[in-house]
């Protein structure tokens, strides 16, 4: 079953009127008021929009590490807000790969090891752990840095690693936060093609969110925000 | 295991830093340790006294002497069994203070009944009885000398009604050991001599130390000392007995509260080790606010963050431990051989890093990593995933 099949049986992610308040002191701001937003199985949805129009809120809460106000957010088939804080770490760790605009690597852990963090909370050997860490890093072309710390890397390999971590685990949905922002063009087009691939041949549904309109147009749908609320 | 390279490649990461806070918690360990170990011996010390034995001394100060006459009026007191002569006599070995040993002019009969503790083979005990210038030693002192019987030694004494002008000449009469079980502590690095040969020595100027007494029975101690103090009421030398314990213990209490000045310093150590470890920890935490975000956006769970920081904590506490243990036990090793304060120590038989104080001090490292630990592990446990990231 290729996973465009999948994607017309179930969606990926599904936010239910979504709405999301911080508290600044006494005053209450409004993030996101009332958002619908479905994402099927194996789509590749880019979410745009200007600053502060919550586009990295939404991404928070469909990776299950912020929580909605109100509604509801489901996503690979479980509800994000019926789950306790332990539960939620333990859902991350198995459906959701989180790729970061700085990379956010651990500078004293080398690429192995980074790439085999999220592998530490599965019940894998070591062997096994390390197996999957180098098929990853073999993905993303980096096998040959393995043994090289983030400081040794450039900034697209870095990002590189970054993927490789984030998909070493298998999970079902992927999110990115603006993962292109911090590279050149040409590293910015490597990492796009490699998001790419893990869409159409690994099935990965991916939200990315992205302020770049030629990130955006490597994207299957393009969604605005403005103000807390889809506007296309 | 694990997890242990993510703590141990921080700790090698930041290599001094982890460096300094070790060697902080090591000198921390290694004072509290080392003075622990002094309170220690000193307690000991104290609780060798047989119950049955009392000591009496010159009332003002243990500096000045009693009459020889004092000893037979003392004998004949009720309840009394047998007196010795107990004096210090301060000899020096090869006229150094390195080679100090404790040297005591005793009457050899009453001694041996006195002290059983003294294991003697009669060949020998018959010998230093009869020997005006004989001595018996200690196992330790002649396996450290290697003295043997019929071996001479001199000693000078640095006291001045003891100096004679030369040195005073011993002759090996016989070399005691003891029952360790039996008589703990029982020193025997000792040396005893006829007080006889003192004072024929010194032209009958040498007066008395103190008079150690055998009671019939320790029920009656309080009677007994009252009674001898009361003979000598009126007299111009008062004196003052007291149990064998209670002499050990106001002898060493003339260095005041000892145990409470050695625990005061440790613990004022230990709580400034434990404010720099805490804000070395909290720094450390602070700088890794990123990684803590990251980890747990990767599904590591709160309390697992928690314990990775406690761990950290835990292990540097651990290896300060380790560190101050190795340098208490090379310190206390090497104590006895350090000038002035060796020929204090020397006076405490149970000087040594006992496991009780190895588990003490690894106790105090851990407890010392684990307090430091608890407010940046608490903190880490706290983060909350979208403020930690926000910040970098």
């Known amino acids: ?115 085999e963090l999220p592998l530490l909370l599965s019940p894998l050997s070591k062997r096994e752990r390390r197996e999957r860490a180098m098929t990853a890093l073999r993905i993303v072309r980096l096998a040959d840095r393995s043994k090289h710390y983030p400081g040794q890397l450039s900034g697209g390999q870095e990002q590189r690693v970054a993927i490789a ?68 | ?64 002497n009693l009459p020889n006459s004092y000893k037979n009026k003392i004998a004949a007191i009720p309840g009394v069994q047998n007196t010795t002569i107990n004096n210090w006599f301060g000899g020096i070995y090869r006229g150094d203070m390195k080679y100090f040993f404790p040297n005591m002019a005793v009457e050899p009969e009453p001694f041996l009944q006195i002290y059983p503790e003294a294991m003697l083979p009669e060949d020998q005990k018959q010998a230093w009885l009869h020997d005006g210038r004989g001595c018996i030693i200690g196992r330790k002192l002649a396996e450290k000398w290697g003295w043997k019987v019929g071996d001479h030694f001199q000693l000078e ?36 001599f006829n007080y006889k040969y003192l004072y024929e020595a010194t032209g009958q100027r040498a007066g008395v130390g103190t008079i150690t007494e055998l009671i019939d029975d320790p029920k009656n101690a309080g009677r007994i000392s009252k009674a001898i103090d009361a003979e000598f009421e009126n007299s111009d030398v008062q004196t003052k007995t007291e149990t064998e314990q209670a002499f050990r213990a106001s002898f060493i209490a003339m260095a005041g509260n000892l145990a409470l000045l050695l625990n005061g310093i440790g613990l004022a150590v230990a709580f400034t080790i434990l404010l720099v470890t805490a804000n070395t920890m909290s720094i450390a935490v602070r700088e890794r606010q990123q990684e803590i975000g990251v980890l747990k956006t990767l599904g590591f769970p709160s309390g697992l963050v928690m314990a990775l920081v406690l761990i950290e904590a835990l292990l540097l506490g651990l290896m300060g431990g380790a560190l101050g243990l190795i340098l208490a036990g090379g310190a206390i090793h090497a104590l006895p051989n ?26 105090a490292a851990l407890l010392l990593g684990l307090l430091a630990g608890l407010v940046p592990a608490l903190l880490a446990y706290r983060a909350r995933i979208t403020d930690v990231l926000r910040q970098v």
């Open chain 2, 338 to 363: 350090v000038p002035f304060i060796g020929d204090v120590v020397r006076q405490f038989p149970g000087l040594g890093l006992s496991p009780r104080i190895v588990s003490y001090g690894l106790g």
């Open chain 1, 165 to 232: 971590r984030a998909v070493v685990t298998d999970p079902t949905v992927l999110v990115a936060d603006e993962p292109t922002g911090d590279l050149d063009h040409q590293s910015a087009e490597e990492i796009l093609d490699l998001m790419q691939t893990f869409n159409q041949e690994f099935g990965k549904s991916i939200v990315m969110v992205t302020h770049d309109p030629r990130a955006a147009a490597r994207a299957h749908v393009q969604r605005h925000l403005d103000k807390g609320v889809l506007t296309n």
């Open chain 2, 157 to 192: 004494s640095f006291i001045p009604p003891y100096r004679i002008g030369k040195p005073f000449d011993f002759i090996v009469d016989g070399i005691f050991d003891t029952d360790p079980v039996k008589y703990p502590g029982w020193d025997l690095t000792a040396m005893y």
């Open chain 1, 1 to 115: 079953m290729s996973a465009t099949e999948v994607a017309t049986k179930t969606g990926a992610v599904s936010v239910q009127n979504v709405r999301k308040f911080y508290q600044r002191d006494s005053m209450q701001i409004k993030v996101l008021d009332g958002l619908n937003l479905e994402v099927p199985q194996g789509e590749f949805l880019a979410l745009m929009g200007p600053s502060g129009s919550g586009k990295t809120t939404l991404l928070n809460l469909i990776a299950g590490i912020d929580r909605a106000t109100s509604g509801r957010v489901v996503v690979a088939g479980t509800e994000l807000g019926a789950l306790s804080e332990g539960q939620l770490a333990k859902w991350r760790s198995r459906n959701v790969g989180f790729i970061f605009q700085f990379y956010n690597l651990i500078p004293v852990l080398n690429a192995l090891e980074n790439v």
């Open chain 2, 1 to 64: 295991m694990k997890f242990a390279p993510l703590i141990l490649k921080h700790l090698r990461k930041n290599w001094l830093r982890t460096l300094s806070t070790v060697l902080a918690m090591a000198v921390c360990i290694f004072l509290i340790c080392t003075l622990q170990t002094v309170v220690d011996a000193v307690n000991y010390g104290l609780h060798l006294g047989n119950a049955s034995r009392l000591v009496t001394r010159h009332y003002v100060s243990l500096v000045f």
